[in-house]
Each structure stands twice: as C-alpha cells, then as structure tokens.
C-alpha cells in the first residue's frame, strides 16, 4: 500500500508537465493566430482577419485581446450592437485592457449614449492616468451632455499630456466659442492650424472668432486660407464678409 501511493505521488509531475505543455501549446497557437489577424486587420482584409481571430479564440476562449479586435472589425462594418458586445466581453475578461475600455466608449458614443460611455472611460483613467486618449473622448462626452466645464478641464488634461493634441484644441476651442470666451477660442483655432497647416476647419474656426472680435482683416485671412483648402462654407464667407 505505501509503494502503491508512492507511485501515484511520482506520477504527478508527469501528469502536470504535460498539462502544462498542452497548455503552453495552446496558448502559443492563439497568440499565433491573433498575429496573424493584426496582420490581416493592418491590411484591411477584415474577413480573414475575423476568421484568424475565431480560431484564437477557439484555442483560448479567455482572449481579451482577440474579442477586442473582433469588436474592432465589427465597428469597421458599421456593426454597433455586435461591436459593442465583443468590447463588453474585453473589458470582463480584462479590465485593464486599456484600448477595449476605450473602445467601449467610443461605440457608445457613436449610438449617442453618452451616459453609459462614461463608466469605460473612467476605468480608462484610472488604469492608464498618463494617457492623454481617455481624457479627450470624456472631454467629447462632457461636451454632448452640455457640461462644459467638465469637458474644458478633461481637454485641458489631454493638452498637458499631449499638447499638440488637435481635436482636442479644436474641441476646447469650440466650447470657449460658444461660451463667448472669442479670445481663448481664437488662441485654440490657431494653435490647430500651426499643427497641421492643412486643418480647414481650424482655418474656418479661427475666422469666425475673429471676426466676432472685430478682428476683420484677420478674419478675411483665415477664411481665404480656409477657401484655398477647399472647406465648406469658407469661400461664402469670404465672399459675404471680406469683399
């Protein structure tokens, strides 16, 4: 009887090197397989991507990362509700997969259920403080259920982290606009198209809050810059207000 139980105790390191090796087989084959579905997501073949991702999931049914992607393609083919669900299914194996959380949100946010897109990116931020992204979709979140100062501070922290941040200038920018704030909102508009010279709309923006200030000569600039760039709107004005 005590060799017969000395037997079946050496037996166990058999038995869990081989568990552990299945394992670690299986694990390999569905990281093998997400690989192989980023590099057909890069190449915009979203079905082989999904059927890569499947077979991931197939091996490890636990793959947070795999089901974010597959919300990935469904949000790609205007799929919301599915998208949604892959995303909810991320952030529940994974609550600190950081993108999930933040495409959860933006899902959301595309359907304009602004409310329910908070919770995601307050998990966001507290995963991931230093990362300007979570800041500006609240910031964009803020702004839609009409609380600006929320949404002016949340754009204001993803400048700190990343200052040449443009929608978030833009964004920020707008709010002040709208608040009668022309000289701060003329300073965002600005800084956008010192970014990026080719940003229309920053042109077209920067004009109208110069020309609430009375600034018309700057304004008339900005709309032609705007006009030259082909953006809607600005050749009327240019048109109505410059000549």
């Known amino acids: 009887m005590l060799s017969t139980n000395i037997r079946f105790l050496k037996s166990w390191p058999l038995i869990g090197c081989i568990l552990l090796a299945l394992m670690t087989s299986c694990s390999s084959s569905s990281d093998a397989w997400l690989e192989e579905a980023k590099t057909r997501l890069k190449k915009g073949e979203l079905v ?36 949604e669900s892959n995303y909810i299914k991320a952030t529940e194996l994974k609550p600190s997969l950081y993108q999930a959380q933040l495409n959860l949100a933006a899902v959301r ?105 009375k600034l018309s000569e700057k304004a008339c600039l900005a709309f032609q810059q705007a006009g030259k760039l082909n953006y809607p709107g600005a050749k009327e004005a240019v048109h109505k207000l410059c000549e």
């Open 48 to 83: 082989s991507a999904r059927e890569a991702l499947k077979k991931s999931i197939d091996k490890n049914p636990g793959s947070a990362e795999a089901y974010n992607m597959l919300g990935v393609i469904d949000f790609q083919e205007k799929k919301y509700e599915e998208a």
């Open 109 to 213: 946010m595309e359907k304009s259920a602004w409310e329910k897109a908070l919770a995601p990116l307050e998990v966001a931020i507290k995963n991931a403080p230093d990362s300007a992204s979570a800041y500006l979709q609240r910031g964009i979140v803020w702004a839609a259920l009409a609380k600006p100062k929320q949404a002016i501070s949340d754009f204001t922290t993803c400048l700190s982290k990343n200052p040449n941040d443009i929608n978030a200038l833009y964004n920020r920018g707008n709010i002040y606009y709208q608040g009668k704030n022309l000289t701060e909102a003329a300073k965002d508009f600005e800084k956008t198209v010192e970014i990026n010279p080719e940003f229309g709309k920053g042109y077209y923006a920067l004009g109208l809050s110069l020309y609430q200030q």
